[in-house]
Nanobody, 120 residues
Framework: VQLVESGGGLVQPGGSLRLSCAAS????????MSWYRQAPGKERELVAT????????NYADSVKGRFTISRDNAKNAVYLQMNSLKPDDTAVYYC??????????????WGQGTQVTVSS
């Protein structure tokens, strides 16, 4: 199983970035996909989720209206378009694949993370 994030970097406040996560070695279309982030000294938090077929998305209140999650099951990829970035968005962003099988049984895969820094 492999999840590889890319697209992070340094951006000024108000700017945009698009993160990508390339998935391989598992049945991508069977998993819901999420982006999480972890800032220094803080716990990892859920940013956005998209269901396996892409029909439903959910966002943390802090990013609603600014971030958009999408996926391309033909390319085994998930994306996070981030607009109007703020310094508080600075964090390592992680791609997550999740599949629920039954109560108490689910599978999670994680990428290695990509750094996003919002600073002037």
């Amino acid at each position: 199983v492999q999840l590889v994030e890319s697209g992070g970097g340094l951006v000024q406040p108000g700017g945009s970035l698009r993160l990508s996560c390339a998935a391989s070695r598992f049945t991508f279309s069977g998993y819901s996909m999420s982006w999480y982030r972890q800032a220094p000294g803080k716990e990892r938090e859920l940013v956005a989720t998209i269901t396996s077929a892409g029909g439903t998305t959910n966002y943390a209140d802090s990013v609603k209206g600014r971030f958009t999650i999408s996926r391309d099951n033909a390319k085994n990829a998930v994306y996070l378009q981030m607009n109007s970035l703020k310094p508080d968005d600075t964090a390592v962003y992680y791609c997550n694949a999740h599949r629920y099988y039954s109560p108490g049984r689910s599978v999670d895969y994680w990428g290695q993370g990509t750094q996003v820094t919002v600073s002037s």
